[in-house]
């Protein structure tokens, strides 16, 4: 299986393309990274040096891949992180490109705006973008409770409301999605859930709620899960797989108090899981 990743990058840590290419490749998929960004690190760290990539960029290495005649073998694009309203246009053209080499084909987007702790950290008019033409050109999405809130314009505190944004984003045409760092008025204060939904129902995965807070793990999980549910797998399947691989990750993070995630360490957690937690069917 192939898939063109197109994300920020950075040379130390793990975030974006540098979270979700090594994941891929560890269960077996093929990965062509197109990165929008090219920073030392993280901008989390308050200082970074390194180029953010045009979106003419973009497409000319798009263009390029597309002239070795190889896109009617890719099977999904994944972006992340749209540094302006250009870059997502360059990143919806190669998503047109590859569903043009290969009609069957999927796009997952991960609509990166912020998050409950930081509010919105994209430039302005970003949301609104992913909004009106990134989502609707969707397969698959992956937001955070606070992203999926943003878009929807409704309360994904409570239950109903999380599950009436779910709904929302299945209105606009995307067959599955994964909500990540979700606590409602029904988690339990010592848990973290990840929610899922496809045309075979909605699913809850409930974590126990580690001591950490590092950067990239959104970026790992969205790929391993669009990864699943490119090889066949059910929904509730690539939710458990994709959810406690991630869980297995962070939990050596936190036991080690590192500050990146330690995907390389603890790789064995992608390919079998060291606890596999059961998703629960909701709604």
Known sequence: MNILSIQSHVAYGHVGNAAAVFPLQRIGVEVWPVNTVQFSNH?????????VFGADHIR?????IEDRGVLSGCDGVLSGYMG??????????????VKRANPAARYCCDPVIGDVDTGIYVREGIPEFIRNKALVMAD??????????????????IV??????IDWLHALGI?????TSVQTDETPDHCIEIMASGRDGAFRLRTPLLPIS????????????FAHLMRGMAT????????SSLFGVLKMTAEREAREILLVEAQEEFVKPSTLFEPVKVG
């Open 43 to 51: 901008t989390g760290y308050g200082a970074w040096a390194g180029e």
């Open 140 to 157: 698959v999405a992956t937001p955070n409770q606070f992203e999926l809130g943003l878009l929807s314009g409704l309360d994904t505190g």
């Open 60 to 64: 000319e290495v798009v263009q390029g």
């Open 160 to 165: 109903d409301g999380l599950l009436a944004a």
């Open 236 to 243: 509730a399947d690539a939710l458990a797989k994709a959810g």
């Open 214 to 225: 590092v950067n990239g793990a959104g970026d790992a999980v969205a790929a391993l899960f």
């Open 175 to 179: 067959g599955s999605l994964l909500v």
């Open 84 to 97: 302006s309203a250009e870059i997502g246009e360059a990143i919806l053209d190669a998503v047109a490109r």
